[in-house]
């Protein structure tokens, strides 16, 4: 219990905590949008270059995180992102919206699309059609990326720590822990400590959106 009484009233603990919600938050939302009229172009529309461009997407997952610091960081360099939580949320959203338009897609291809048809008849614009009725029918595969943006962003060290350096006021949780592992000395009280504190966010989420989890998961994988 001192651990826990250090972490939360003696370190800055707090303002790590709300860094990290702030800037995973905001990718999430901004990830969400992106992907989900992303995936509408993809799923209800048929241009040329659209099947490249969905295996285009699936390719960049395989290239492994760390071989995209340098250019990430080169890029916020040259828009003067370094350093700010604008960087940091792009370079998130940018990374997560590939996977998140491939499992919207797969989401969106199981719903009929004459249900938007009739929302069409009956006056709908193609953009209220996409708002009120295929969103509404999309909530578990919604909630599936929102909470993938949300864990992704949460969780990272790598890309934080190269876009936001090392300046106090804008540290996140993963960034302030580690200032608790020194050369010669860990805290291991107040690093547990910190640790399970962080997890609390994410397992509240978590149970909020199991409900449309499970439907999402299994209803994106097949068609029909």
């Given at each position: ?74 890029l916020a ?87 936001l350096g ?59």
């Amino acid at each position: 219990l001192e651990s826990f009484r250090i972490v939360l009233f003696d370190l800055p603990f707090l303002g790590w905590l709300w860094n990290s919600l702030v800037i995973t938050i905001a990718t999430s939302v901004i990830g969400v949008i992106l992907a989900a009229t992303s995936a509408y172009a993809f799923s209800r529309y048929k241009f040329p270059g659209r099947s490249v461009g969905l295996i285009f997407l699936l390719t960049t997952q395989m290239i492994p995180a760390a071989m995209l610091l340098v250019p990430l960081y080169i890029l916020a360099v040259q828009y003067d992102l370094v350093g700010t939580y604008r960087g940091l949320v792009i370079a998130y959203a940018v990374t997560a919206v590939p996977f998140s338009i491939w499992i919207l897609k797969g989401y969106y291809d199981t719903i009929p699309i004459d249900l938007e048809e009739a929302a069409r008849i009956d006056g709908c614009s193609e953009i209220q059609a996409f708002l009120k009725i295929l969103l509404p029918l999309s909530t578990p595969a919604l909630a599936i990326v929102f909470l993938f943006n949300f864990t992704t962003a949460w969780n990272d060290y790598l890309l934080a720590r190269v876009i936001l350096g090392s300046k106090e006021s804008l540290l996140t949780w993963p960034l302030g822990l580690q200032r608790l592992q020194g050369q010669f000395l860990t805290q291991w009280g107040q690093f547990s400590a910190g640790s399970v504190l962080v997890a609390i966010p994410v397992m509240a989420l978590f149970l909020y959106t199991s409900k449309w989890l499970i439907s999402g998961l299994t209803l994106g994988s097949v068609k029909g």
